[in-house]
């Protein structure tokens, strides 16, 4: 908790601006201003993007766990719901595809809350017809497998767009499809802050049946639990939460899986009880480090967070499996 | 107390599998149900702890139909042990034991001294109390097996339903598993039901059998099944004969 706030402060501190640690805190503190460029600096751009930092990194963690316990499968995360390639076709579809039909789409593409949009009705729809598919297949396994082909068939028309679409809308493609922490504004942040208190709320009300879970939906049945709901409401937090980070802050990947992981390593342990609230603590703490890290402290340079996180994130996959040889869900 | 069934047609889909005329079991009994594969084995057992839905026909508990039961009650009635299901290896035996108590805690899932103590039980029936802060996925096929059997009669229900419970085991492992499930029927008064392929052995320790023939799903006591000649008929290859003197199917 301490290395929360700790790593909170640092990363306010840090950035292409050089302010003091001891000046941020004051003025987060709100006492007496050095400078009026600094305050509107950590007040209007860097405190946003630091809490946006904690909200992104609890909401994907919930969504990983929360798939991870569903598909009982250690390498699922929010991605197997197609949300993020759902995101990008939306997004793809709106930059790379207003070339192609022209007008008065080229001009709204140039809007941000229309890249919004386009991600959220994205990633809504491709998890509609993957949801749909649940009322086919009752397998979870096959439902895994649904969403992976779902993103390389997204990918695909994405692949087909760039390749038909001008240099710069390419280019602007593939600067959201990097994420960025940056781009989310208070009035964003108060509404993904309400839809993960939404999702942790609702999360705490299934942590005994995400217990029961861990034995399979047979044993969970038979123990009392209405799977049906459960899995409903599973899917609809995951939605809800992962949906609308890749719509505000573009597809951030690596988190939803390697959150949970690490926190069952840490408290080794599969009890829901303890993992929500460890989950929250470290997801929190490596968005911030992610995110720290792509300021490149002390330049004026900025990472992609999308890059970031993979880079932060896969070799933390493989060391735990190198580790305990095995992954677990 | 008693599970009963009249005229049941269970499947997956029409036709049916199996028709079963009249069933009845009763607490302090162990029942073994025995078929070929494909039989309905596991889809009679599914259909009996209701998460099958039957083709027609009903299931009593109490006299009353077990889809009139709200979920958690029939938590509290009819409690499984599958024959293969992949456990979360983050899990201890302790905490898999104790989601046995899940119908009966509040939504934080807080054992009570009652659910501790019914926890403490099975794990020294079971004779895993030395494996309790053990991690699953670090068991052997057998341990696993009494795992799961203590975290069903943690769960405290008249009726318990196991699929296949020895499949995976050798000799020894299914001796131990067979004598811990005669034990819970007799000395507990629960309704064990499990299936098996273990048919020479389910002669010796079961007090009644279920075996499903030619799609009907019959019931008798040992002793009955011994004395008809049914048992002949159970396997339709020539090679296998039922010895009426030694109780054992040869392999001719």
Redesign the interface.
């Known amino acids: 908790m301490l290395g929360l706030i700790l790593m909170f402060l640092i990363n306010i501190s840090l950035g292409s601006v050089d302010i003091d640690l001891l000046d941020t805190i004051r003025i987060l503190a709100g006492s007496e201003v050095v400078k009026d460029s600094h305050q509107y600096i950590v007040l209007e751009y860097r405190l946003p993007k630091a809490l946006s930092a904690v909200v992104v990194g609890c909401g994907l963690s919930i969504s990983g766990l929360l798939m991870q316990t569903l598909f009982?499968n250690p390498l699922a995360g929010p991605y197997v719901l197609g949300l993020s390639s759902g995101g990008s076709l939306g997004v793809a579809l709106l930059i790379m595809g207003s070339s192609l039909f022209g007008g008065s789409f080229a001009i709204m593409a140039q809007s941000k809350y229309a890249v919004i949009l386009s991600a959220s009705l994205g990633s809504f729809l491709v998890l509609l017809l993957v949801v749909a598919s649940l009322w086919r297949v009752r397998n979870t396994m096959a439902l895994l497998i649904i969403g992976l082909m779902m993103a390389s068939f997204t990918s695909a028309i994405v692949s087909v767009l760039s390749y038909f679409t001008t240099a710069d809308n390419l280019q602007q493609y593939v600067f959201w499809s990097m994420g960025s922490l940056g781009r989310l504004n208070w009035d964003d942040l108060i509404i993904i802050t309400g839809l993960l208190i939404i999702g942790v709320l609702v999360c705490v009300?299934l942590?005994?049946k995400l217990?029961?879970f861990?034995?399979?939906e047979?044993?969970a049945?038979?123990?009392?639990?209405?799977t049906k709901k459960t899995r409903f409401l599973m899917i609809a937090i995951t939605g809800l939460l992962a949906g609308s980070i890749t719509a505000f802050a573009g597809p951030i990947a690596f988190i939803g899986l390697t959150v949970p992981h690490l926190a069952?390593q840490l408290f080794?342990?599969?009890?829901h009880?303890v993992l929500l609230p460890a989950i929250l603590l470290i997801g929190s703490l490596i968005m911030l480090l992610c995110e720290t890290f792509s300021q490149l402290p002390g330049s004026a340079y900025m990472l992609p967070i999308n890059a970031v996180t993979s880079f932060i994130g896969a070799p933390v996959v493989i060391w735990l499996i190198l580790k305990k040889q095995?992954l677990?869900? | 107390m008693k599970l009963q069934v009249d005229q049941l047609e269970i499947g997956y889909a029409k036709p049916k599998l199996a028709y079963a005329e009249k069933l009845k079991i009763e607490t302090g009994k162990l029942i073994g149900v025995i078929g070929v594969n494909g039989s309905g084995k596991s889809t009679l057992l599914n259909s009996l702890?209701g998460?099958l839905k039957v083709i027609s026909g009903n299931i009593y508990i109490k006299h009353k139909p077990i889809q009139s039961y709200a979920?958690?009650?029939?938590?509290?009635l009819?409690?499984?042990v599958?024959s293969q299901?992949?456990?979360?290896?983050?899990?201890?035996v302790q905490?898999?034991i104790s989601?046995?108590r899940?119908?009966y805690?509040d939504?934080?899932?807080r054992l009570s001294s009652v659910d501790q103590q019914k926890v403490d039980d099975a794990l020294n029936l079971l004779e895993v109390k030395d494996l309790k802060n053990r991690y699953f996925?670090k068991l052997s096929d057998g341990q696993k097996q009494r795992v799961m059997i203590a975290?069903a009669f943690a769960?405290d229900t008249p009726f318990i339903l196991l699929d296949e419970p020895v499949t995976h085991l050798d000799l020894y492992h299914q001796a131990i598993v067979f004598d811990l499930l005669k034990n819970i029927s007799h000395q507990k008064n629960k309704a064990v039901v499990f299936s098996s392929h273990q048919i020479n052995e389910l002669l010796d320790i079961c007090d009644d059998l279920i075996i499903i023939m030619d799609g009907k799903i019959m019931q008798n006591s040992v002793e009955n099944w011994l004395q008809n000649d049914q048992l002949n008929h159970l396997f339709t290859s020539d090679n296998i004969k039922f010895d009426k003197e030694t109780k054992r199917f040869r392999l001719l």
Do not use: C
Request: glycine share 12%.
């Open positions: 009982r009300g942590l005994k217990n029961a861990l034995l399979g047979d044993y049945e038979s123990m009392g639990v209405n069952r080794n342990t599969g009890n009880f095995n677990i869900f | 702890q998460s979920k958690h009650e029939l938590a509290k009819i409690s499984i599958k299901a992949e456990i979360s290896g983050a899990l201890k905490e898999i989601l046995g899940q119908p805690t939504w934080l899932g996925n975290r769960q």
